[in-house]
């Protein structure tokens, strides 16, 4: 690696700790963050890291090996602030690239080992939502799906069988403690690289029962342990139905094609914008260039057999194809370093269109003071210009250094996530109609921090299993935005406990919407609006 080379590279790494860390206390928490949140701060204040719950009452939708990384951080930072709860999937993220850097080096040359982890980092969706809304679970599990897979690619490669399975299901295993479907992931990898590889005959070695054992041992004894506590079936059923609803098994047929028929341009808007390398993949004796590669074949060989069950489930959501983002690069990646030189026409074509799509939004920077959203923020002339010059550099960097143009543009996306980080964060928080944190303020002011009730019905869940001949009702609290909660629970250190009676033995402050108006004797001490559940919150001293 030539000095030029470390220097940007280093570069790089500084620009994007400095933009993935800060400011992720700028925004309240948003989508669901809070939720993840107010389950892990309930765990670490009644001191049950078992039960997952939410406001006092068992959580369903999600086990708890997130919740467990989150109150980590709680404990090491001693805060629930919104960038604690932040934390662990802005690492988990950033180590995914670290660890798919050293892993591919190994298989790939180094420019592309480098492509793919710097573009993994610099993909639109994730630069510019999923590592900004990083208090959800979906980076995190990537992390552990990453290391699973990988983990099943190198160790074959290597022979070691035994490590192999056993690696790769504990991986699975964690992954199901975190989200339920990494089982999937790891039969749909297994079952065809090993027959393809014709090396079928290990799926039937103790070496692979040994790995199978692990993933029960791990994930039989967490239910296990849950059972004494609350319904593990009901749990087990649930979380089954949960990973059923976003893999399309009940979905119609038509909402089902219908989506399927734009998915792959969908999906080319979330690598955007490395979508541009696959103009490489258009050649003579494609098939051979995959295979001559054993990582490049193992990553289509596992996008190829995972991603159909994600492509016609017809609930796309940027956050599920999280875990097929670090292989989907590394391909387009491979394909741009060993055919740039081969189609040297088409590497002009793509670095013209990027240079051109920089030059574009570094003038622009100089419109932002005319921006209605953005015209007031305090020195928004100087911001402005600054990083004009700043985004101006970095393009006349990579109209000059031709050997680095794809690194140096990666830069100027680091840089356009300090622009949003420093310009857009800001000017989000203060229109968005989300005001939960100075909402809950107002009520703080009004109960001089005591604690508050959450009142209301139960949210019944209805599971059943016709081979196991099971059916049962898990009750849940009611639903309202995780952020009144959090932030509650956030200032006062009390859980915002459910309750579904009055209690006529004490004075008690309760918050409850608006259908459960009539059975309170007095007046609302105070209203405001629940966004996510349409209805109004009222707070109610009886």
């Known amino acids: 690696m030539s000095r030029s080379e470390k220097i940007l590279v280093f570069g ?24 993840r949140a107010i389950v892990s ?64 080096k190994h298989y790939v040359d180094r420019e592309t080992a480098l492509i793919s982890s710097f573009g993994l980092i610099t993909s639109a969706e994730i630069l510019f939502y999923g590592s900004v809304n990083s208090g ?34 504990f991986f699975a295993a964690i992954g199901t403690l975190t989200k339920g479907t990494a089982i999937l992931f790891q039969i749909l990898t297994l079952l065809p690289w090993f027959v393809i590889k014709s090396s079928w005959k290990k799926l039937f070695s103790w070496q692979h029962l040994c790995g199978v054992l692990i993933f029960f041992v791990i994930v039989g004894e967490y239910f296990y342990i849950y059972n004494f506590q609350n319904n593990g079936l009901g749990f087990l059923l649930k979380l089954f139905s949960e990973g059923s609803e976003k893999t399309g098994v009940e979905r119609s047929f038509i909402q089902i094609i219908s989506k399927a028929a734009v998915f792959p341009f969908w999906l080319m808007t979330l ?23 054993p990582i490049i074949h193992f990553s289509v060989i596992f996008i190829l057999f995972n991603l159909p069950i ?12 999280y875990p097929f983002l670090p292989f989907l690069i590394l391909v387009l990646s491979y394909f741009y370093v060993k055919g740039k030189d081969q189609f040297q026409l088409r590497d002009r074509i ?22 209605p959203e953005v015209s007031d923020l305090n020195t928004v002339w100087l911001k402005a210009v600054l990083f004009f010059f700043l985004l101006g550099s970095t393009t006349f960097l990579y109209s000059k250094f031709s050997a680095y143009q794809v690194l140096i543009f990666m830069g100027f996306m680091l840089c356009l996530r300090l622009v949003f980080n420093v310009i857009y964060l800001p000017v989000l928080n203060d229109t968005s109609s989300l005001d939960y944190d100075k909402e809950v303020e107002k009520v703080l002011k009004i109960t001089d921090g005591a604690p508050v009730l959450w009142y209301g019905n139960y ?33 006062t250190g009390h859980t915002m406990e459910f309750r579904t009676t009055i209690d006529s033995g004490s004075v008690n402050f309760y918050l409850i919407h608006e259908d459960f108006l009539d059975q309170f004797k007095n007046e609302p001490l105070y209203s405001f609006r629940d966004q996510w559940m349409n209805k109004d919150l009222h707070l109610i001293r009886e």
């Open 12 to 35: 790089l790494i500084a620009l994007g700790l400095i933009v993935f860390f800060g400011w992720n206390d700028v925004i309240d928490l948003r989508a669901e963050e809070p939720r």
């Open 41 to 104: 701060m309930e765990m670490e204040l009644e001191g049950n890291y078992i039960v997952p719950k939410i406001n006092g009452e068992a959580y369903y939708n999600k086990p708890p090996m997130f919740n467990w990384a989150m109150i980590s951080c709680f404990k090491l930072f001693g805060s629930f602030e919104e960038w604690v709860v932040r934390f662990p999937s802005v690492l988990s993220f950033l180590l995914t690239a670290l660890v798919c850097f050293f892993c591919c």
């Open 136 to 169: 959800e679970i979906d980076l995190f599990y990537a992390f552990i799906i990453t290391l699973q897979l990988l983990s099943i690619f190198i160790f074959f490669q290597r022979k070691k069988f035994l490590l192999l399975f056993v690696v790769s299901y």
């Open 271 to 293: 690598i955007g914008p490395w979508f541009v390398f696959l103009v490489f993949a258009f050649r003579k004796k494609l098939r051979k260039v995959i295979t001559d590669n």
């Open 310 to 321: 994600y492509w016609i489930a017809g609930n796309h959501k940027a956050r599920y194809f």
């Open 350 to 371: 793509v670095k013209r269109i990027l240079f051109y799509a920089m030059c574009l939004i570094t003038v622009a920077m100089l419109a932002l003071p005319f921006v």
């Open 459 to 491: 949210n019944d869940i209805r599971v059943k299993s016709s081979v196991l001949d099971y059916a049962d009702t898990l009750q849940t609290a009611r639903k309202l935005a995780y952020q009144v909660p959090y932030y509650l629970t956030k200032a």
